[in-house]
């Protein structure tokens, strides 16, 4: 078969048709994200299970979240994407799991689409929180400030002193 010119621009035309009807026939579904109390802390929860520290308050997990769930809402599939994962932890009861149980249940789905994009937000919002370095003791950039040489970059005060002997 011979493909001609007008026949790719034709074809590339067709896709390109099909794939906005579909993403308009998404939209119009009512996909939406929940923002409910339930789905809210059932998402704190994944996210605390899966990046626990107990030094963290709220409201840094609850900023990522949000993050988390507006990032979903990118487009049509990461929408549906994202509501079809938070229905599989509601079903899964992922809200009544013990610690080990819920960690566990992360791990079994990893490798799927939904946990690699709340995983990924996590990564990038809760870390990037300046209330969390705090908590950390990160005290942020030091190239605004003239670096960390002149700005206590040997303040390493959990370590004990080294011992210096002279030969």
């Not at 704190?44 to 899966?50: C, E, G, K, N």
């Not at 149980?101 to 990038?124: C, D, M, N, P, Y």
């Amino acid at each position: 078969m011979i493909l001609s010119r007008r026949f790719v621009l034709r074809g590339t035309a067709c896709a390109a048709a099909l794939g906005l009807a579909s993403a308009d026939r998404l939209a119009l579904a009512g996909i939406k994200i929940e923002v409910d109390a339930e789905s809210k802390a059932l998402l704190l929860r994944m996210i605390r299970v899966a990046f626990p520290h107990a030094q963290f308050p709220d409201a840094p997990y609850e900023r990522t979240a949000d993050a988390a769930r507006e990032g979903a809402k990118a487009s049509p599939a990461k929408s549906l994407m994202f509501a079809e994962g938070m229905h599989d932890l509601a079903e899964a009861g992922f809200a009544e799991m013990d610690d080990a149980a819920a960690l566990a249940h992360l791990k079994s789905i990893e490798g799927t689409a939904f946990f690699q994009h709340v995983r990924g937000t996590v990564i990038v919002t809760l870390y990037n929180d300046p209330e969390v370095w705090a908590l950390l003791g990160y005290e942020g950039a030091s190239f605004d400030k003239g670096g960390y040489i002149d700005r206590g970059f040997n303040d390493l005060d959990w370590l004990p002193e080294p011992r210096i002997t002279e030969l």
